[in-house]
C-alpha cells in the first residue's frame, strides 16, 4: 500500500469516528465548532506533513493518476 494511503485512511477513520459521536450525542452540540477549528489548522496539517516527510521525494514528485 502507497505510504500515502495510511494518512488518509486516518482521516476517514477520524471523521467517521466524529460522525458516530455527533450521532450518539457524547458530545454537547457546541463542541463541534472547536473540533472542526482543531482538525482544520492543527490536526490535518500535522498528518499532511508527517505523510510527506515519510514519504520519498520521487512518490511525492510522481504526478502519474
Do not use: H
Not at 485512511?9 to 450525542?25: E, Y
Not at 498528518?47 to 515519510?54: D, K, P
Amino acid at each position: 500500500m502507497p505510504l500515502i494511503l495510511t494518512p488518509l485512511m486516518a482521516i476517514f477513520f477520524i471523521m467517521l469516528l466524529g460522525t458516530l459521536v455527533q450521532k450518539l450525542k457524547i458530545l454537547p452540540s457546541n463542541a463541534d465548532q472547536s473540533l472542526n477549528l482543531y482538525v482544520y489548522y492543527v490536526a490535518l496539517p500535522a498528518i499532511i506533513v508527517t505523510a510527506l516527510s515519510n514519504t520519498p521525494i520521487n512518490e511525492i514528485l510522481q504526478w502519474g493518476l
